[in-house]
């Protein structure tokens, strides 16, 4: 093993011919192949296993779907949007949006479409894709943006195959199915069904919501832009410039630094805001005290809504507490044993956070295999790369920073830091770049300590928390995590 000095990004072309390989054609990947073509790398691939491009945009069509972080902050940095219709635009839009974008910048040539990757073997210095359709493909880099909410999770619940009705998850939205005059359930509490609850409840006979868990709603006002505002944007491109650099700040100062001390000031007066909510929207004592959590705000990921509250003293609306004992052929049976008929049901059950990459098979340096270094549960040295992994770099990995942000701003600072490692092979500092097992133990170790002061960390049970209850994202604050991404610790990484 040879350590180097540290690469010179004057290096310029000096290995035009690095080949890389992008998994998946989601919001990170298209910033990848962005970001690799605007560096000059030409021979890159996006392969996709789906037939259209868009990751968790493409994937989840629900009913109210939308985007709870401010659409003009939800955007690339190097493609401003001055059409977005609202605040928090629908998910349609922002599907589009990345549609439009992949083929302005080119991307659209570089997707190959129907291409599942299921195995990636490091050999000879290089990575060899095996894909679902028995072609292979060999690369200098992988990219893994597969994405974090990608796998639903279907509840273990009793007689789930039973039901009769419709039912479908969230995140396999069944647009066949028609919902107009229907009972219709929703199981689930989280930022998918409280949307999907608002969008439906005019257009069904019937809305039960069974919740296991009452939620903080933070009041959020959606106003649309109008179309003054849009041509001032379209005008004047720095102001959506600055409107950007403004929420980004505002989201860091008011929340991600604030989520790292449960009693933070910040975090103190997002509970009362939301105490405030709940007070002073639902009339009923007993319909507020059921949906009063018992936990702080922001200890699950905050809720955004403006109507839910409203939406739940419907007259057609329904909140059952009550546990679920089973699902029967005609519906819903709870634990004191009421059957809650049901023409259709919907499972807003959310995913499977700690799959990550799988079940794509991965094999690292001497025969390392990713199945059995996250045979516990995902790691990586700084969300980004795995030790005896070399030349393999994740967008929103594992114990990244997630929460009420833009993970577009996540995925662009880790971008440039995944930059500044290949150019270390591009100035030939180096043909392996790997984070060492010693960082990646040190930096686990520093997670685990910093994590315990959390706010998630304060007392609920939320997809945040790892099988240890410990929770699996970055602790710190998010300027921490942006001078971090600035420049690669050289000694964090073993290069040969
Ligand atoms: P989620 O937050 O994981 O919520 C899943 C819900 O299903 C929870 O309320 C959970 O209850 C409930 N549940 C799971 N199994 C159950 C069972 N067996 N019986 C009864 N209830 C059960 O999932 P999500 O709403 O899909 O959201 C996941 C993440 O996606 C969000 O946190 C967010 O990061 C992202 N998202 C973002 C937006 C946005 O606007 N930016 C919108 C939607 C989603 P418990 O709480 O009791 O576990």
Redesign the pocket.
Known sequence: MTLHPPPSSQAGAQRPDLRFIIIGAGMSGILSAIKLQEAGFDDHVIYEKAARLGG?WRE?SYAG?????PSHF?SYSFAPNPDWSHR?SPGAEIQAYFEETARRFGVDDRIEYGKEVERCVFENGRWRIELADGTTDVGDFVIAATG??HHP?Y???EGLDEFEGSMFH??RWDHDVSLAGKRVGV?????????IVSALVDEVEELSL????P?WIMPQENPAYSQEEKDEFRRQPETITALRSEISRMFADGFANAVIDANSPQLVAIHDACVANLESSVQDPILREKLRPNYRAAC??LI?SEDFYDVIQRPNARLVTE??DRIEQSGVRTCDGELHELDVLI?????R?DRFMRPMEVVGRGGSRLQDVWRKRPSAYMAISIPEFPNLFMLNGPNGP???FSLIEVAELQFDYIMQLIEWVRSRSCREVSASHAATDRFEAERLEAAKTTVWQSG????YLDDRGVPAVWPWTFDRFREEMAEPRRPDFELC
């Open positions: 968790t989840n779907i939308a985007c709870d972080v939800y928090f974090v909410l999770a509840p273990d619940i969230s995140a199981v689930g509490t989280g930022s998918s069904a409280i949307q069974f919740q296991r868990t939620q699950k990921r955004m546990g679920i499972l807003a059950t959310g995913f956070v997630v929460g009420n609920c049970n939320s997809w």
